[in-house]
DNA sequence: TCTGGGGTCCTAGGACCC
DNA sequence: TCTGGGGTCCTAGGACCC
């Protein structure tokens, strides 16, 4: 039989629900991110916006700049999971192979239901119209006879798309596409491709595999080879489970002050480590992440004999770590804390687990974390102690629409 | 323009073992 | 003096995606 696959992507995904939710932004430029008067960057925004030349992962002061009378709004994934978890079950009416890849994407195999459902066309149009009553929400899908073709598909065709690549049709799609559509394919490798004097779809098909993983490595080299050609990598195939769990922040202003990094690092040991508890994982591997003030990014690991047992375990080879590399004098813009090499819990033999006093940590800890879980707030002494967050001053931002930035 | 935060996978070199 | 090959683990960095 056939495969048959659908990709189903949500339209601006993040901005929609935000119209939807509140009518008055519905015509406006919505940019949701960070406060316009900080550091960060545009997570989404509407098609409206988009007219203005604002696109994701850019400075949201870039673009403040072009767009200063949008409509800025932090990012409210609570709400976005939410809406997605209505909507993915929505499509269990469709198909029994649903592969979520992303809060606003996701694989149905409709592989053999022409004959329950009719022409692949007509089910898709049906499957968008369920998502607008459900939800309000306009989604685009694409149909092939592979994953990696079909979101392509859904690419091609945006907003409010519906585009079918048809079999024996793979290479006559490919060829009306441009480098950087390819997935996988990003702006090194494009600027590489460039250097070699490839600069479309059919000339990049004229290398030999031996050629391309000769020029851009194994891994690479294979998938494009297979992917220009209308096979599948492979690469969304595998359900992929969790390997490294990690927390970040960026200070507001860059810092020198030793103690202010630590504080930081104390809170996410806690954050990363209860987030690992939660999941009933654990790791040992820790990973501190510095960036300094020209951007320049380093890490530095340790891999533990045996897996951490509790935040206070994790944050002291933290603070080791950055022992490691701490220069003085020299401005600190992000700290990040992460645990890799992640497994089940079960699968870590308890007795040769901790040595007592970690795991009478753990107990502690496993302890606090259900409380927080119940809505309660409990604080680390030390946090609340040293209280030195210079950045913290300014304020989180909290509900509601950011107003406008400071001068 | 001045660049978040959360991830995945790959590469390359070194250590160590058989 | 010239010097294997494979496997595994570890580290650091990089590309890419949403």
């Known amino acids: 039989m056939e495969p048959l696959i659908f990709h189903v992507d ?95 994407e996701a694989f149905l195999d409709m592989t053999g239901t022409e004959r329950l459902f009719g022409p692949p066309e007509d089910t898709a149009r049906r499957i968008k119209e369920c998502v607008y009553e459900e939800t309000g929400l306009v989604i685009s899908i694409g149909i092939a006879a592979n994953k990696f073709l079909a979101k392509l598909a859904s690419d091609f065709d945006k907003p409010d ?33 460039h250097e070699y004097g490839i600069s479309s779809v059919p000339q990049l098909r004229s290398f030999s595999r031996e050629t391309l993983r000769g020029l851009f490595g194994q ?57 690992l508890m939660k999941e009933e994982l654990s790791g040992r591997t820790v990973v501190l992440k510095l960036r300094y003030d020209d951007f320049t990014t380093i890490t530095v690991r340790n891999s533990l004999r045996h897996p951490l047992g509790s935040a206070e375990e994790l944050y002291r080879v933290v603070r080791e770590l950055l022992q490691q590399k701490w220069e003085r004098g020299k401005a600190v813009r992000l700290v990040g804390v992460g645990i890799h090499g992640v497994e089940p819990r079960q699968s870590i033999r308890q007795g040769e687990l901790f040595a007592d006093e970690e795991e009478k940590k753990s107990k502690v800890e496993q ?41």
């Open 161 to 193: 798309g519906l585009f079918r690549v048809r079999p024996g049709e793979e290479l006559q799609f490919l060829d009306r596409l441009d480098l950087k559509d390819l997935w996988g394919i990003g702006s090194k490798t494009l600027e590489r491709m």
């Open 219 to 275: 891994a690479a080299g294979e998938y494009m080879y297979s992917t220009v050609r209308g096979i599948d990598p492979g690469i969304l195939a595998k359900e992929t489970k969790s390997r490294s769990l990690s927390g970040e922040h960026t200070f507001p202003v860059d810092t020198r002050d030793r103690e202010a990094v630590h504080n930081v690092l104390l809170e996410l040991s806690h954050e990363v480590m209860f987030r």
């Open 10 to 104: 949500m339209d601006a995904f993040y901005a929609s629900v935000e119209q939807a939710d509140r009518p008055e932004y519905r015509g406006a430029p919505v940019i949701i991110g960070a406060s316009p008067g900080g550091r960060g960057v545009v997570s989404a925004c509407s098609y409206e916006a988009r007219r203005y030349g604002v696109h994701s992962a850019m400075p949201i002061s870039e673009a403040y700049r072009r767009c200063p009378q949008g409509v800025y709004l932090p990012v409210r994934m609570e709400r976005y999971q939410e809406v997605s978890a209505r909507i993915m079950e929505r499509f269990q009416a469709f198909s029994p192979d649903i592969q979520q890849i992303s809060v606003d």
């Open 367 to 407: 302890t606090v974390l259900s409380i927080k879980s119940k809505g309660g707030k409990i604080q680390k002494a030390s946090l609340l102690r040293g209280a030195r967050r210079p950045d913290k001053a300014s304020g989180e931002a909290g509900e509601g629409d950011f107003g406008p930035p400071s001068p």
